[in-house]
């Protein structure tokens, strides 16, 4: 068996029915850890020593007949800006390099109590506010698929370790695309929950009004046990939604038959690479032959919310580093130092206007496009996997303009604060992934979930590894 | 604050001046939530 290789549930239903131990799966990751490490820094801590005794303190619990959960002794490690109570959260940064957690993020005691073991930290952007998966201060993650090309961030670490097979899972946290864009670069799947629907509290805040929690999988399937697990209620993070969530993971086997797939007409097409468009389309004709019909719809004016969020995460971000930047400037990395300056240059009735313009844009989209498909598709990014060489071009002009192109796409799903599903679609000749997006309406991740489960049902994109 | 700073959100405020303008006196940062929940299946 390569245990490596399975997913979350399939190594969990191995370990119940004593095919593998939990120790076993723990030395296989972490062999798996330590042999990557050197080719893609994915890691910033890997915890062998705390992740072996604690998956032969599960071994035990499963010897008396102790299961914790779902997750019982499934490995994992996380983007490290989880907080764990005593136990350093460095956050990409220099700055909380030896910052020691005051609290235990309730994700983590989530998955804690699903019998998930943590491992180890991920590498990740600086205050997890760069997509691209530079890191000035840990170094560079780097891509499994090609290590001379970006993984995509801020939860950089989460997608290169997942994809290369160095954890089961991992969580990484979604402001303008974190979840998305790292799942499309390193091929992996992923969900970023509807705005709410996961606790914050102990995660790292980067922008509180648009900051979501959620998972990096290799299946959708993954994706939807884990998110499970973390949503719902939460009486530390004041907006969670106290809604139940739904069994997702049982909902994943209905057929998709009659499910109403949506295809932008503007903006999400717009200076696509070919052979993204080409593999989203490839992508439409597998959902069509699964019995979903195909609808074009137009869409709204997604450059002014993408706009909108902008103004929101530079205000909020800024105001939440103000202290740092005043007193400790020169511990920003300059591209960093460089986009928190330009929050200073937010106006607060720009800020304001951004929020108050959020539930009319949400209305509009769901007036426009959810009330004529249950999905929408798109593309993740318009341009192909660029080189960590090309793309290391810290502050400036050059930058500022990259990083706004890197989040085009993935940035209104943040300010309309919709359910938004990663999958990978397909490869371009270079041999990169390519990922899809799946948004569904506000807590409708069910449908996000069961068309993104239907698609590695009918293609085998998902399964492929890459060769390191 | 840099004039690359100024020059950037100069061009956001650009994107978004037309539906910035288009808000109605009542309209506030909650509604967004309502709205949220309005379309929840």
Redesign the interface.
């Known amino acids: 068996m390569n245990v490596v290789a399975l997913s979350c549930r399939e190594l969990a239903a191995a370990i119940l029915q004593k095919k593998i131990s939990c120790v076993k799966a723990m030395e296989a990751v972490l062999e798996r850890a330590h042999a990557v490490q050197p080719k893609l820094n994915c890691f910033i801590r890997i915890d062998a020593d705390a992740g072996l005794e604690a998956a032969r303190a599960a071994d035990r619990d499963l010897a008396r007949g102790f299961v914790r959960g779902p997750l019982h002794g499934v490995p994992m490690a996380h983007k490290d800006m989880y907080y764990r109570n005593g136990v350093v959260s460095t956050c990409g940064s220099k700055i909380a390099r030896e910052r020691l957690a005051q609290t235990t993020a309730t994700a983590l005691e989530r998955l804690d109590a699903a019998g998930a073991i943590q491992f180890g930290v991920l590498n990740m952007a600086e205050f997890a506010f760069n997509p691209t998966g530079h890191n000035w201060h840990y170094g560079h993650c780097r891509n499994p698929w090609d290590p001379k090309r970006v993984t995509g961030g801020s939860s950089s670490g989460s997608g290169s370790a997942t994809a290369a097979r160095a954890t089961f899972a991992a969580l990484g946290s979604d402001t303008g695309g974190s979840i998305r864009l790292p799942a499309h670069f390193c091929g992996t799947s992923g969900i970023k929950p509807t705005y709410a629907r996961v606790s914050r509290a102990g995660a790292m805040p980067l922008s509180f009004s648009l900051d979501t929690v959620g998972p990096l999988t290799r299946t959708v399937e993954d994706a939807a046990l884990i998110a499970q697990l973390l949503a719902g209620p939460d009486p530390r993070d004041p907006v969670c939604d106290p809604r139940p969530v739904p069994d997702w993971t049982a909902q994943l086997a209905r057929p998709i038959a009659g499910m109403r797939i949506g295809r932008p007409r503007q903006y999400f097409y717009d200076d696509c690479d070919a052979e993204i468009a080409a593999a989203m389309e490839s992508s439409l004709e597998v959902f069509r032959k699964l019995g979903a019909t195909l609808v074009d719809v137009d869409m709204p004016d997604m450059a002014a919310w993408n706009a909108a969020g902008v103004l929101i995460i530079g205000a909020e971000a800024t105001a939440a580093h103000g202290h740092w930047l005043r007193t400790r400037p020169q511990d920003y990395s300059e591209q960093l130092r460089g986009r928190l300056q330009q929050g200073l240059a937010v106006p607060a009735t720009a800020y304001i206007d951004a929020l108050r313009l959020r539930g009319a844009a949400l209305a509009e989209f769901c007036g426009k496009v959810f009330s004529q498909v249950d999905v929408l598709h798109a593309p993740v990014i318009a341009f192909q996997t660029p080189s960590i060489e090309e793309t290391d071009i810290g502050g400036g002009e050059r930058a500022v303009k990259l990083l706004a192109n890197v989040t085009r796409l993935t940035r209104p799903g943040n300010y309309l604060g919709v359910p938004t599903v990663s999958a990978i679609a397909g490869f371009t000749k270079a041999g990169m992934p390519v990922g899809m997006q799946l948004m569904a309406k506000p807590f409708d991740e069910t449908s996000a979930l069961r068309a993104g489960h239907a698609f590695q049902g009918a293609t085998d994109w998902h399964t492929r590894e890459p060769a390191l | ?2 004039e ?3 020059a ?2 100069e ?3 650009k ?2 001046a ?3 303008d288009k ?1 109605p006196l009542e ?15």
């Open positions: 604050m840099t690359q700073a100024k950037f959100v061009a956001l405020l994107a978004a037309a539906a910035f808000l309209s506030e940062p909650a509604q967004y939530i309502a709205e949220q929940r309005k379309h929840a299946p």
